[in-house]
Structure formats: structure tokens, C-alpha cells
């Protein structure tokens, strides 16, 4: 219901705004509503990764950017219907090596990683 999907936005702005704060981070992500994979993916900013063990790409042969959208499956994966989706609106296929990660390991290594490359932990 609605309520409930509003209440469970301000918590993850919240639990944002926490995290930032904790860390000295003075630029706060966007927490957005849910929506379906299609209006994410029209709705994306930027450079747009999409997970996938498949991928042929590593992050190292993927340029800078200064947005990006990151697209991460739930457990199990994304079909191939939604990678081929993600594809066709531009998204990159990339890979993190030859591990499968739980979704919310590969979120975290993923941003780690373009941090590392691209950010403030090289």
C-alpha cells in the first residue's frame, strides 16, 4: 500500500542521511520510490552498469564517468529478458571477476571497486 511504501522511503533517506553523515560523506544519494525495471531504466542518469556474470566488460575497460546508474539483480540473478533490456537502453554489461555475489555483497564490491578506480581510494 502506499503508506507503507512511503514509510519505508523515509527510512531508507534516513538510514542515507545516518550513513553520510557516519562517514563524512557531504553528498547524499537519491532514494527514490520503487518502480518497475522499465521506468528505472528510462529514468537512469549517466553511464549505466548493469551486473551480470556473463558480461564481457570489467570495470577497468570502462571509461570515468561522473553519474552512473548501477543495476543489480535480486538473488538468483537477472533474466536474460531483463540484462537484454538494460542492454538496449544503453546500459554496459559488467562483470566482478569470476564470483557470483549475494546481491547486497555485489552492490557494495561494485561501488568499492569504481570508487577505488574512478574516486577518492586510489
Do not use: Y
Not at 31 to 39: E, I, R
Not at 65 to 80: A, F, K, M, N, Q
Not at 82 to 93: C, M, N, T
Amino acid at each position: 500500500d502506499e503508506e507503507r511504501a512511503q514509510r519505508r522511503i523515509e527510512r531508507w533517506r534516513k538510514v542515507a542521511i545516518h550513513a553520510c553523515e557516519q562517514c563524512g560523506r557531504n553528498t547524499l544519494p537519491t532514494v527514490g520510490p520503487v518502480v518497475s525495471l522499465d521506468a528505472a531504466l528510462r529514468e537512469s542518469r549517466g553511464l549505466g552498469l548493469v551486473l551480470h556474470p556473463q558480461a564481457g566488460a570489467g570495470l577497468r575497460s570502462i571509461g570515468k564517468e561522473r553519474d552512473i546508474t548501477l543495476l543489480v539483480g535480486p538473488e538468483g540473478g537477472l533474466s536474460r529478458g531483463e540484462v537484454q533490456a538494460a542492454l538496449e537502453k544503453g546500459f554496459r554489461g559488467l562483470r566482478l571477476g569470476p564470483r557470483i555475489l549475494r546481491t547486497e555483497t555485489a552492490a557494495v564490491a561494485a561501488l568499492a571497486a569504481i570508487q577505488t578506480l574512478w574516486g577518492d581510494l586510489a
